[in-house]
């Protein structure tokens, strides 16, 4: 039960990140890949913290590479959602023009 609701947890935390940054001008598919490593970043930390997982490194290649697809998965839904949902209105306009 723990681990379903630190998922969604962090899910719905970095969801929301993802929506800020869409908000503010950062979109698409660069958006969208440093969102994953984010994601990535925040659940292997969390699980260290937590003791609740192993260090990466000491992972199966296999249960790695299901958790990175995961997370790109989660990131291009996200980004894809965020960037239709969520117009750029806090994109800065300065020295967009000389005078």
Do not use: C
Request: proline share 4%; glycine share 12%.
């Amino acid at each position: 039960m723990w681990n379903h609701v630190t998922h969604w947890l962090t899910g719905a935390t970095l969801g929301a990140l993802r929506g800020i940054w869409s908000v503010t001008g950062l979109r698409g598919l660069p958006a969208s890949g440093a969102h994953a490593l984010v994601r990535l970043a925040f659940d292997q930390t969390l699980e260290n913290v937590t003791g609740a997982g192993a260090a990466p490194a000491l992972w199966p290649a296999g249960e790695k590479g299901v958790d990175y697809a995961h997370k790109a998965v989660y990131a291009a839904v996200t980004g894809l959602v965020s960037d239709h949902l969520n117009r750029p209105v806090l994109v800065s306009r300065a020295g967009a023009r000389s005078h």
